[in-house]
């Protein structure tokens, strides 16, 4: 080969010196103003060694590079160096096969890069980084022969003389596996990596330094349902063998942390709802069982808020032994609680049905300060119509702050026009306050009935004007209109047709 290199080389000095003769004749037949000749021959035979010189040296190149990869300890083959010098070799083969059509040598050259090129393809699966020692077992079994990976020994020239290439289908399946198997265990890495150090959000409870409530779990909810989403993925694939019981016992941890999550949240509500209703001394009273149910969670919750605050990694949290059933519990008696608490407003609701116009939270409210009779001042206009305030106080001579004294007598109402009316006689607001507060609706009928008796007896003995001055605006419009029928009525009844026309222009 070295010696047709050598010969080829001359040639290419005779035929570039050939061109420059040529090149020379047709610059003199210019200058002589003759015929120029068309040495075409030299052109073809230009073209011509240079296909034969370029096949010739690219082979060269080639079996001193492909000796040289051949040589290469297995462990450090470049697959997709050789794959890309192997791509140049074989466009070099192609186009010498086209220009060199009956040229045995550009044939051997096309056929010894395509046979290299071929085999490839299990080289290339061979060297796959996600093969572990199970794929390697199998590959060993495969071809018949223990491979040491590690050995310098083991070249890429030992390895394709190992006939290697006959197993590829084989090879290409175990190392395509290995790498979906990679895939799926990075996955599996990617949901681990995200739990390794979220944290639950923990809030001090009003400010206190000792209990603590769970803050916004937007960031956990939306990192537990994408985790899911990725374990449901990992699980269904069909190479999730190696890696299935850990995949399942992550399913089973994140599912157990959403359903421990779910009750941790509502335990939370109902314990905020009622804790703000049981720290009232009257409520405790009044519910003494539903009561000491309900400090006995009270106390086990704020001791598992204390410790999920001084160790808030989410999902260990979220899946502490026991911890999902203790919660189910939880809220299984603050249901309970509830019930009778719903029983209770129920009840008080039933005694004064006028309750039934307010809220769980605002009867409540009334309830839990059932002591302090004022308490029920903000609600009233829900309860009774235009009723804003009660006078509380010992009478005429508590006329300050709009009837928020701080007495427990109640001698007047007030309307929102700032009318008042006087009780008939002093109300002593005592005991439940359902009960008095029948007892004010009681006196607000004979209170009215009063006004409206001494309205309709002081009509004929007052001026109108001053007697609609004077009288509340209830018993102007009701005494006025009895008054107006009673009028028409006898002036329609007197003979006297004077007075009637008199009465009717009055009218």
């Known amino acids: 080969r070295q010696e047709v290199l050598e010969t080829l080389e001359r040639i290419d000095q005779h035929v570039a010196a050939t061109i420059v003769d040529a090149q020379r004749i047709n610059d003199y037949q210019e200058a002589l103003k003759i015929e120029v000749t068309p040495f075409e021959k030299v052109d073809e035979l230009k073209v011509l060694c240079g296909s034969v010189s370029r096949l010739w040296k690219s082979l060269e190149e080639w079996e001193q590079t492909s000796e040289q990869w051949?040589?290469?300890?297995?462990?450090?083959?470049?697959?997709?160096?050789?794959?890309?010098?192997?791509?140049?070799?074989?466009?070099?083969?192609?186009?010498?096969?086209?220009?060199?059509e009956t040229n045995a040598v550009a044939a051997k050259f096309t056929a010894k890069v395509t046979a290299f090129k071929?085999?490839?393809?299990?080289?290339?699966?061979?060297?796959?980084?996600?093969?572990?020692?199970?794929?390697?077992?199998?590959?060993?079994?495969?071809?018949?022969?223990?491979?040491?990976?590690?050995?310098?020994?083991?070249?890429?020239?030992?390895?394709?003389?190992?006939?290697?290439?006959?197993?590829?289908?084989?090879?290409?399946?175990?190392?395509?596996?290995?790498?979906?198997?990679?895939?799926?265990?990075?996955?599996?890495?990617?949901?681990?990596?995200?739990?390794?150090?979220?944290?639950?959000?923990?809030?001090?409870?009003?400010d206190s330094k000792e209990v603590f409530i769970l803050g916004s779990v937007d960031d956990v909810i939306t990192a537990l349902e994408d985790s899911l989403v990725n374990i449901s993925t990992i699980s269904g694939s069909r190479f999730v063998g190696p890696i299935r019981d850990e995949v399942e016992e992550w399913q089973?941890?994140?599912?157990?942390?959403?359903?421990?999550?779910?009750?941790?949240?509502?335990?939370?509500?109902?314990?905020?709802?009622?804790?703000?209703?049981?720290?009232?001394?009257d409520i405790k009273k009044q519910l003494p069982i539903e009561s000491a149910k309900f400090m006995e969670i009270d106390q086990h919750w704020r001791n598992i808020m204390k410790d999920?605050?001084?160790?808030?990694?989410?999902?260990?949290?979220?899946?502490?032994?026991?911890?999902l059933e203790q919660f189910k519990e939880f809220n299984e008696t603050l249901d309970q609680i509830q019930k009778s608490l719903e029983e209770y407003l129920h009840s008080k609701r039933k005694a004064f049905p006028r309750f039934f116009f307010l809220s769980n939270d605002e009867?409540?409210?009334?309830?839990?300060?059932?002591?302090?009779?004022?308490a029920v001042q903000p609600h009233l206009r829900k309860c009774f119509d235009n009723l804003v305030k009660l006078r509380f106080g010992s009478g005429e001579d508590d006329k300050s702050g709009g009837g928020s004294s701080g007495g427990s007598d109640i001698v007047g109402m007030i309307s929102s026009e700032g009318e008042e009316i006087p009780f008939f006689k002093v109300l002593k607001a005592r005991g439940n306050v359902e009960k008095w507060l029948l007892e004010v609706e009681e006196y607000m009928i004979k209170s009215m009935h009063a006004v409206m008796k001494k309205g309709f007896i002081d009509y004929p003995e007052q001026p109108r004007k001053e007697w609609v001055a004077e009288k509340e605006a209830q018993v102007?419009?009701?005494?006025?209109?009895?008054?107006?029928?009673?009028?028409?009525?006898?002036?329609l009844q007197d003979k006297d047709k004077n007075k009637v026309v008199d009465a009717m222009r009055i009218w």
Not at 71 to 99: C, H, N, P, T
Not at 167 to 194: F, P, T, Y
Not at 308 to 323: F, H, P
């Open 252 to 281: 089973r941890n994140l599912m157990l942390f959403q359903e421990t999550l779910d009750e941790w949240l509502a335990v939370q509500r109902n314990w905020v709802y009622l804790e703000s209703i049981f720290s009232a001394g």
């Open 476 to 491: 102007v419009s009701c005494v006025g209109m009895i008054m107006w029928c009673s009028e028409t009525e006898r002036i």
């Open 363 to 374: 009867l409540l409210e009334i309830l839990a300060q059932a002591r302090r009779v004022q």
């Open 308 to 323: 999920t605050n001084d160790y808030s990694v989410a999902l260990v949290a979220g899946t502490k032994e026991g911890r």
């Open 118 to 206: 071929n085999t490839l393809p299990v080289v290339m699966a061979l060297r796959n980084s996600a093969l572990k020692e199970r794929h390697w077992e199998e590959i060993n079994e495969i071809i018949g022969v223990e491979l040491d990976l590690e050995s310098d020994e083991l070249t890429l020239g030992v390895l394709l003389s190992m006939g290697v290439d006959k197993s590829m289908e084989e090879i290409q399946e175990i190392s395509g596996r290995a790498g979906a198997e990679q895939s799926l265990e990075e996955m599996l890495d990617k949901v681990k990596r995200v739990w390794e150090d979220l944290e639950l959000v923990l809030n001090p409870y009003k």
């Open 70 to 100: 051949l040589q290469w300890r297995f462990g450090l083959v470049d697959v997709d160096k050789i794959s890309k010098e192997v791509a140049v070799y074989q466009k070099v083969a192609m186009q010498s096969m086209k220009q060199l």
